[in-house]
């Protein structure tokens, strides 16, 4: 099985090549379109801000080709935000997979911190995504965005309010949550996105 992991301008890349390396994976990182299309998976993970991200990919012709892609597809992070239709971070839009906007975190009280940093819990569960990972299970998150919970929605989590942990999409399914820093639950996640 061919796993592309998408290069292009973000953090955190390596620990997710890392995570598939350790479940007997070996991916390729490109930013080739020959190889991101012709790979089995695709994986579009990483850290860092909208505005710059969306810039270079569209610059590097990296937009359009995300869009196309017919295989399963996992976004991670500012993957799953990049893949939604605009954010509020820089007020930029994204590549519209799903038609959600991403929003900012708001304050309600003192005791809350953003970037939301840290483990969750996550529930309401579904697709093959989740197979052998449990309600309440927890995750690993560091984010001041989120996806409101919408039609797409395929796992939840809390803070401040309601919101997707996780979308799915057609081939394409991506996660709020780091899954390469979430230790076993992440590793079950990322098996069963490689039996897609």
Known sequence: ????????????????????????????????????????????PGQGAAGPTMKYLKQHGLDSLVRGLQQPVLGICIGQQLLCRHSEEDDTDCLGIFPVDVMKFKSGKPSDKIPAMGWNEINNLSTPLFH?????????????????????????????????????????????????????VGEILLENFLKL
Do not use: W
């Open 1 to 44: 099985m061919k796993v592309a992991i998408l290069k292009y301008n973000a953090g955190n890349i390596c620990s997710v090549v890392n995570a598939l390396e350790r479940i007997g994976c070996n991916p390729i990182l490109t930013d080739s379109a020959e190889e991101l299309q012709s790979a089995d998976k695709v994986v579009f």
């Open 132 to 184: 052998g990972i449990t309600q309440k299970d927890f995750v690993y998150f560091v984010h001041s965005f989120y996806v409101p919970v919408c039609d797409y929605t395929i796992a939840q989590a809390d803070y401040i309010q309601p919101f997707s942990a996780a979308l799915h999409k057609d081939n394409f399914y991506a996660t709020q949550f780091h899954p390469e820093k979430s230790g076993r």
